[in-house]
């Protein structure tokens, strides 16, 4: 089993900066992706941004030049600098860790962080 302990939402004014971050531990063997989605009441869970085994990035058009994904190898740690920040960034993030194990994908979540970005 893989845990995932997430850390740093909260409450922000419009154009201000937070930092999430995430650690993961317990059964983990080879990664696929780390990242972030987001979710509103209502929507269906989307990708904030990602980085791959590999250490690609990907970012949800929304997000672009905005945020920024970073992990720590040695840790299994994945942050998200988020900066500019919108009333619309406002949703729940789940950290997500999806790897590979006999073959098959499979994908842990966090519990989730509430970011809420009002004046």
């Known amino acids: 089993q893989v845990q995932l302990v997430e850390s740093g939402g909260g409450l922000v004014q419009p154009g201000g900066s937070l930092r999430l971050s995430c650690a993961a531990s317990?059964?983990?063997?080879?990664?696929?992706?780390m990242g972030w989605y987001r979710q509103v009441p209502g929507k269906q869970r989307e990708l904030v941004a990602q980085?791959?085994?590999?250490?690609?990035?990907n970012y949800a058009d929304s997000v672009k030049g905005r945020f920024t994904i970073s992990r720590d190898n040695a840790e299994y740690t994945v942050h998200l600098q988020m900066s500019s920040l919108k009333p619309e960034d406002t949703a729940v993030y789940y950290c997500?860790?999806?790897?590979?194990?006999?073959?098959?994908?499979?994908?842990?979540w966090g519990q989730g962080t509430q970011v809420t970005v009002s004046s």
């Open positions: 980085i791959t085994g590999g250490g690609t990035t």
């Open positions: 997500n860790l999806a790897q590979l194990r006999i073959a098959l994908r499979i994908d842990y």
């Open positions: 317990g059964s983990i063997f080879t990664i696929l992706s």
